[in-house]
Nanobody, 123 residues
Framework: QVQLVESGGGLVQPGGSLRLSCAAS????????MGWYRQAPGKQRELAAT???????NYADSVKGRFTISRDDAKNTVYLQMNSLKPGDTAVYYC?????????????????WGQGTQVTVSS
């Protein structure tokens, strides 16, 4: 059983900063790509940022230069540092990870999602 648990969301004023964390736990063999997605009210879930096991990052155009994704493989944790926040960044932020686990005699990779954490940017 693998779980992703997010933390760090909240209410912040425009121009402020927040740092999201997502820790994976359970029967983990390997964690490959990790990422953060977000879903604003009435909109589809969209990619915010991803990071490969080798540290290659990818950002949505809307967050480039303001958000930074990083990971600590010793802690099975991915972070999202969000600076210069705007009201348009208001959304539920979801952590995602491709995690290899033991299943009987095999090792299988599954895609896991966290429960989401609310980020609200408002004055």
């Amino acid at each position: 059983q693998v779980q992703l648990v997010e933390s760090g969301g909240g209410l912040v004023q425009p121009g402020g900063s927040l740092r999201l964390s997502c820790a994976a736990s359970g029967s983990i063999v390997n964690i490959n790509d990790m990422g953060w997605y977000r879903q604003a009210p009435g909109k589809q879930r969209e990619l915010a940022a991803t990071i490969t096991r080798g540290g290659i990052t990818n950002y949505a155009d809307s967050v480039k230069g303001r958000f930074t994704i990083s990971r600590d493989d010793a802690k099975n944790t991915v972070y999202l540092q969000m600076n210069s926040l705007k009201p348009g960044d208001t959304a539920v932020y979801y952590c995602n990870a491709a995690i290899s686990t033991h299943e009987l005699w095999r090792i299988i990779e599954y895609d896991y999602w966290g429960q989401g954490t609310q980020v609200t940017v408002s004055s």
